[in-house]
């Protein structure tokens, strides 16, 4: 049963000028390679996912950047697939702006939580402009002690790369972390970076994009840690 294919879910609107795009087949492939198994990826079109889509099918859940999605209803079906059936879960940049978007809706049941992508008027915009726009940029990520995605890289401080514009909204931050949703990392300055849900097998969220390193030759831990978690008998 453990050689089976590991089924994996890439959740977002596959476009091939995106970098990130590139990198995680390539991620993927690398870590596959490394554990000696199989690994299946489909990508999933937001715009595609409905009530009767088959979710069930994959082990787990790669929410990917380049946001907005084409349907933001298809992108947090998954999420909430994925949190609810106890799914491995592993969001990057866009993916951690809509899970982040998914938990304060159906969590925290704030019915009029926003995206300020997408409704920058909104009272409840709970992701909001970076005071400082992180495209292109690296910086360094300190991490919680004992958190997943600690554990993945084995150290406490990371270097990675980022190419986003949109983060959790300072004025929301500690009312979405006071219950299940965790911060786990932060950036040099200070900034929230990522987060991880309690009581979840693996349900970890990054606004940098650690798959970008599988381009230059490197094995990403984080995709790693998430292939394992998929790979674990349910």
Not at 45 to 53: E, G
Not at 102 to 109: C, K, M
Request: charged content about 20%; glycine content about 6%.
């Amino acid at each position: 049963m453990e050689n089976r294919a590991i089924r994996i879910a890439l959740i977002g609107d596959h476009d091939p000028q995106v970098t990130a795009h590139r990198a995680i087949p390539v991620a993927l492939q690398r870590v596959a390679e490394h554990l000696t198994r199989t690994v299946q990826l489909n990508w999933l079109a937001t715009d595609q996912i409905h009530a009767d889509t088959a979710l069930n099918l994959y082990d787990g859940f790669w929410c990917v950047p380049a946001s907005p999605y084409k349907s933001e209803d298809g992108a947090l079906r998954a999420i909430r697939f994925a949190r609810e059936q106890s799914r491995p879960l592993l969001g990057t940049c866009g993916g951690f702006q809509y899970a982040v978007l998914e938990h304060s809706r159906n969590v925290l049941g704030w019915a009029d939580a926003e995206h300020g992508e997408t409704s920058p008027e909104s009272e409840r915009a709970v992701l909001a402009p970076l005071t400082c726009s992180l495209v292109e940029a690296i910086d360094v990520i300190h991490l919680m002690p004992g958190s997943l995605i600690a554990k993945a890289y084995e150290a406490s401080d990371i270097e990675e790369g980022f190419r986003c514009r949109y983060g959790v909204n300072p004025l929301f931050e500690q009312q979405l972390l006071s219950d299940q949703l965790q911060a786990v990392g932060h950036d040099s300055a200070g900034d929230l970076r990522a987060v991880e849900l309690k009581n979840h097998p693996f349900f970890v969220a990054t606004l940098f994009q650690p798959e970008r390193a599988a381009l230059a030759g490197k094995l990403p831990p984080l995709i790693r840690a998430f292939v394992e978690a998929c790979g674990e008998p349910r």
